[in-house]
């Protein structure tokens, strides 16, 4: 029934396993979709097809119609879902009731955690305000303006460590810039 599930699959260069983790499936369950042996649900056919960026006609080999894909977008997707994820975690904001907040399925909001979708505009406003989360926090590995709030984390975090793993990092890091330097 899912038709053109390995060639999606295969044209982002997933494994079945990395499917399987970004959809929150089993590699199981995507073999078994490969293999027609299995029909999906509606819900799992929607997270699929919202996942590739294509209808579910096209995914089910209905339409030869396929909606354009953010996949290739230059942006560190995966990066943007970590701030994400972890913004969220640090509020103490369980995935399902950030979803309920922004609008979206708890599915299609760990798809962006773990870097397999980039929300449109609209919804990722609507996350940065759920949140309460700048946009400079949540692109800081996009933005060349947003370093110093990657530096101003990364302070943070080095000024968390204990001694010994600060004065080892910070050694490092002087190394480091002074052979950019060079």
Known sequence: MVKNLRMLRES???SQEKLASLT???ARRVFSYEQES???D???LALLA???GVTIDFLVGRSAYEMAS????SLRLEKFGERIKQFREEKDIERPELAKRVGVTSAYLGLIENGGKIPKLETCLKLLNALGMSADAAFMDNLDAAAPQKASMLQSQIAALPPE????VLN???SMIQAVQE
């Not at 953010?70 to 977008?73: A, L, T």
């Not at 793993?165 to 080892?168: G, I, N, S, T």
């Open 12 to 14: 982002q260069k997933l």
């Open 24 to 26: 929150g499936l089993t």
């Open 70 to 73: 953010v996949q290739g977008s």
């Open 50 to 52: 919202d996942f590739f």
């Open 38 to 40: 299995t029909e999906p």
């Open 172 to 174: 490092l890091l002087e």
């Open 42 to 44: 509606i819900e799992t």
């Open 165 to 168: 793993k600060q004065r080892f």
